[in-house]
């Protein structure tokens, strides 16, 4: 009942912007609702690669590898009084197919409108959709959160997001899947040969890369997040003794129900 109200709401609010005169709806519009699947027992499988420090290493990074379900369980009310879906995370080794295999691990909430599209990550809340999703849409997904300089999430500070390639493909793995839309989040750094890399290793450089991938009637089926500084020790040990701090993660989907 609630997606029929939903769905009547928007076609009244198009029909209203249409009688008005404004700007037609195109192609490249569409509900937010359409890129999830929030409904009870409906999960997604991933492969979740996990970007942490070397113990003991100034330097290098690791990457650890396991599957991750993320599972639909109800929706609840969240701390704003909104109506908000509860998901359940669980992980298992990146090589099973024991289902008594999944562990639980992390509860995130989405909060889905007719306006934007929620999501509270570890008491985090991110704006990661708003309508309309149309290419070169462009908004401050992080507003609700507390990126003071120097603090541990000034990394999170001033990320503008957007949209790109509505209604197009996309392949986490091999194989495509359609009718996706992009939200690049973040792509800033100074002084980075790639995404893991400094140019120079005599010069202080950071990176902080952020996108993820929605397709309709799926919802997330990518995303890709990295983020480091490095501190060039001069004088100093070589490289890759030099100071570096971050992490990040990649979740590619493999399946879903």
Known sequence: MQKSIGFFLVVLVLMGMSSCGKESVTMEDGTLEAYFNLQPGKYTIYQLDSLV?????????????????????TLITDNLGHPSWRIFRYLRPLDSNNESDWEPSDTYYITLSRSDVEVVENNLRFQKM????????????????????????????????????????????????????????????????????????????????????????????????????????????PYPYGYKNGGGITLRMISHN
């Open 53 to 73: 420090k070397v113990p003991l290493n100034d330097t290098a990074f690791t990457t650890r590898s396991y599957q991750a379900k993320d599972l639909v369980d």
């Open 130 to 237: 708003i309508y309309p999703i149309k290419e070169n849409v462009y908004w401050y997904g992080n507003t609700h959160i507390n990126t003071t300089p120097g603090g541990p999430l000034d990394y999170l500070d001033a990320w503008e997001y957007s949209y790109s390639q509505v209604g197009g493909s996309y392949a986490p793995f091999e194989t495509p899947v359609e009718n996706t839309v992009t939200v690049l989040q973040t792509d800033i750094g100074s002084g980075f040969a790639d995404n893991y890399n400094p140019i120079d290793i005599d010069q202080d450089a950071y990176r902080t890369y952020s996108v993820e991938v929605y397709a309709k009637n799926i919802g997330l089926i990518y995303k890709n997040l990295v983020y480091w500084n490095y501190l060039a020790r001069t004088p100093g040990p």
